[in-house]
Nanobody, 126 residues
Framework: QVHLVESGGGSVQAGGSLRLSCAAS????????MGWFRQAPGKEREEVTF????????YYVDSVKGRFTISRGNGKNTVSLQMNSLKPEDTATFYC???????????????????WGQGTQVTVSS
């Protein structure tokens, strides 16, 4: 069964913005971290950002700090990724992910992801 469904991908010119969304269902999502990975052709899947169950703790890969913002909806079943100042190197398939909350931090390794979304394509042209 599908637990995470992404939406909002598309094509944009460099410097533009996109907002991705992920809807969770079928598991106790309010107890899990949620985040986003991305994978470009020929490259390994890379962690982009994560957010704690409460929404109060966030993590970002250095390359997106200051440009991307992750947030959870009040019901905790959704997570959004606002992406500004997009660059061609951001081009990738973006995957929503759910992982365990360890009490003070999130598991963030792709090997520790419990649920994966199907992925949504983001293409940034120069």
């Amino acid at each position: 069964q599908v637990h995470l469904v992404e939406s909002g991908g598309g094509s944009v010119q460099a410097g533009g913005s996109l907002r991705l969304s992920c809807a969770a269902s079928g598991y106790p999502y309010s107890l899990y971290c949620m985040g986003w990975f991305r994978q470009a052709p020929g490259k390994e899947r890379e962690e982009v950002t994560f957010i704690s169950p409460s929404g109060r703790t966030t993590y970002y890969v250095d390359s997106v700090k200051g440009r991307f913002t992750i947030s959870r909806g009040n019901g905790k079943n959704t997570v959004s990724l606002q992406m500004n100042s997009l660059k061609p190197e951001d081009t990738a398939t973006f995957y929503c992910a759910a992982s365990r909350w360890l009490g003070t931090s999130c598991e963030r390794s792709p090997d520790d992801v419990v649920y994966w979304g199907q992925g949504t394509q983001v293409t940034v042209s120069s």
